[in-house]
């Protein structure tokens, strides 16, 4: 196994341990895209089933206070794709607490009203803990194959800028599917990052205090900073087979990322990847080593 990657297994130990000083603990998804495979062979819809389902069971095996998905869960956003992750997640996560935001490829063939149905989530909303304030908001357009930029509503924005407001010096976790314009690996490409007419970084730099921006979209690993902000992108799960794990104590923020070490699952993800429509394997997307890992102390 090799040093570079975190043992997948001595995570699992360490988010057990007690009495270690970390207050509260999120274990992040990038994007899933979970796919219906109409056309496949059934070798491959085999393979789907193996890799999707052993993943989601890595995923809510992990200890946490919260389990989130950063969008694109599913790959075309049908019925039965929706229908399938979301009875995964609430058949083996028995006293975890799933949250979905939403992503491009969630909401291409139903209305989100639809969609938020068969998933029991909310479009956007806050949890504010002793610690932190998680905020997860919806930048997805409806419907709209052409255009997978995101965009934020201004009845949301004008809900965000208020929960900015009034979370004073306390830190945010703010969570969505698209990466804020020119900031992470991709960023600055057309329909890879919230439209600028939609930009909310306005309103994100008003905030008192730190604040951790994660997202998805782009399928590659960057961590960067922006004044004071900290901003996480993951890598999709067929590129990259891993999760990120936040860990928020007194006084500090810290991201890991967790690597799914299982060979089978592993060569499963390869052979996925280049055999599933809507999905291109994307070169690079593991990142550099500052990529995978972020501690900041807060004064």
Same mark, same amino acid.
């Given at each position: 196994?090799?040093?570079?990657?975190?043992?997948?297994?001595?995570?699992?130990?360490?988010?057990?341990?007690?009495?270690?000083?970390?207050?509260?603990?999120?274990?992040?998804?990038?994007?899933?895209?979970?796919?219906?495979?109409?056309?496949?062979?059934?070798?491959?819809?085999?393979?789907?089933?193996?890799f999707?389902?052993?993943?989601?069971?890595?995923?809510?095996?992990?200890?946490?206070?919260?389990?989130?998905?950063?969008?694109?869960?599913?790959?075309?956003?049908?019925?039965?794709?929706? #229908? *399938?992750?979301?009875?995964?997640?609430? =058949?083996?996560?028995? !006293? %975890?607490?799933?949250?979905?935001?939403?992503? $491009?490829h969630?909401?291409?063939?139903?209305p989100?009203?639809?969609?938020?149905?068969?998933?029991?989530?909310?479009?956007?909303?806050?949890?504010?803990?002793?610690?932190?304030?998680?905020?997860?908001?919806?930048?997805?357009?409806?419907?709209?194959?052409?255009d997978?930029?995101?965009?934020?509503?201004?009845?949301?924005?004008?809900?965000?800028?208020?929960?900015?407001?009034?979370?004073?010096?306390?830190?945010?976790?703010?969570?969505?599917?698209?990466?804020?314009?020119?900031?992470?690996?991709?960023?600055?490409?057309?329909?890879?990052?919230?439209?600028p #007419? *939609?930009?909310?970084?306005?309103?994100? =730099?008003?905030?008192? !205090? %730190?604040?951790?921006?994660?997202?998805?979209? $782009?399928?590659?690993?960057?961590?960067?900073?922006?004044?004071?902000?900290?901003?996480?992108?993951?890598?999709?799960?067929?590129?990259?087979?891993?999760?990120?794990?936040?860990?928020?104590?007194?006084?500090?923020?810290?991201?890991?990322?967790?690597?799914?070490?299982?060979?089978?699952?592993?060569?499963?993800a390869?052979?996925i990847?280049?055999?599933?429509?809507?999905?291109?394997?994307k070169?690079?997307?593991?990142?550099?080593?500052?990529?995978?890992?972020?501690?900041?102390?807060?004064?």
């Amino acid at each position: 196994m090799s040093s570079k990657h975190n043992d997948f297994m001595s995570f699992c130990a360490l988010s057990e341990a007690k009495g270690m000083g970390i207050n509260m603990k999120l274990v992040v998804m990038g994007d899933f895209h979970y796919p219906r495979m109409v056309d496949a062979s059934e070798e491959l819809r085999e393979a789907r089933e193996q890799f999707f389902g052993g993943m989601l069971k890595a995923f809510l095996d992990i200890d946490a206070d919260y389990h989130v998905s950063l969008g694109d869960f599913t790959n075309e956003g049908m019925n039965e794709e929706l #229908e *399938y992750v979301f009875d995964r997640i609430k =058949a083996n996560g028995t !006293g %975890r607490t799933f949250i979905h935001v939403l992503g $491009n490829h969630d909401a291409y063939s139903i209305p989100k009203t639809e969609i938020l149905a068969i998933s029991g989530q909310q479009r956007y909303h806050r949890i504010e803990t002793e610690e932190a304030v998680l905020v997860f908001i919806d930048t997805t357009k409806e419907m709209d194959r052409k255009d997978y930029g995101g965009e934020v509503d201004p009845e949301q924005a004008a809900w965000l800028d208020e929960v900015l407001r009034q979370s004073a010096d306390k830190p945010v976790l703010l969570f969505a599917h698209h990466p804020i314009p020119n900031t992470t690996k991709l960023s600055d490409k057309p329909m890879l990052h919230i439209h600028p #007419e *939609y930009d909310i970084w306005p309103l994100m =730099a008003k905030k008192s !205090g %730190r604040g951790y921006y994660f997202c998805g979209h $782009n399928h590659m690993n960057s961590i960067v900073q922006k004044d004071h902000w900290h901003l996480v992108q993951t890598a999709a799960c067929l590129d990259i087979p891993a999760f990120r794990l936040i860990e928020v104590s007194e006084g500090q923020v810290s991201v890991e990322t967790i690597h799914i070490e299982d060979p089978k699952l592993l060569e499963l993800a390869a052979h996925i990847g280049q055999n599933m429509k809507h999905f291109k394997p994307k070169a690079g997307a593991l990142g550099e080593d500052a990529d995978l890992t972020l501690t900041v102390v807060h004064s």
